[in-house]
């Protein structure tokens, strides 16, 4: 099986599952430990799970033929390095938020701005774009949720 079948078939397996991979992430994560997982729990098992399958996609744009989309790929990894970046160092969490944010907006845009010559490669990275998007905007509900908590139990400077 070719990496690209290896990939495409990962990502179709994602996209006929029943709810989101955050979802069901929380659902174990509740059955194992009693408790609902954390934002920042959630957070880094989002950038955990769909890390691989970026790095996957990066293997099938060889810079040579497809240079726009390594470039492409190349800012989604940078992306979900910032939005790890910013979960480990969460204090008040809106760094978080406007990271996930920028996330879901840029990079769907960025994809589309792409002239790619490639059909059957348009269709993969659309695939892992829209798969890695739709699971970033489920948790920024979660994490302003999460910012809120913290905002009202920080002590108000008098």
């Known amino acids: 099986m070719s990496v690209l079948s290896t990939i495409k078939a990962d990502v179709e397996r994602f996209f006929k599952a029943t709810g989101s991979d955050l979802e069901k992430f929380a659902v174990a994560f509740q059955s194992l430990f ?14 955990g799970e769909v ?18 989309v390594a470039g492409a790929l190349a800012t989604v990894e940078t992306g979900l390095a910032a939005i790890q970046a910013a979960a480990t ?3 008040t969490g809106t760094s978080l938020v406007s990271q996930l944010q920028n996330f879901a907006s840029t990079v ?3 994809l589309k701005g ?5 059909p059957a490669l348009v269709a993969t990275v659309t695939k892992i774009v829209n798969l890695v998007t739709g699971e970033a905007k489920v948790l920024i509900p979660a994490v302003e949720s999460w910012v809120d908590q913290i905002a009202a139990a920080t002590p108000k400077a008098s």
Do not use: H, R, W
Not at 114 to 118: A, R, S
């Open 89 to 91: 160092a969460a204090v």
């Open 34 to 47: 009693g408790k609902v997982p954390s934002a920042l729990q959630t957070v880094e098992n989002f950038v």
């Open 51 to 68: 890390a691989p399958i970026v790095t996957a996609a990066v293997a099938l744009a060889d810079p040579a033929v497809e240079p726009l």
């Open 114 to 118: 792409l002239d790619i010559k490639n």
């Open 108 to 110: 769907p845009a960025l």
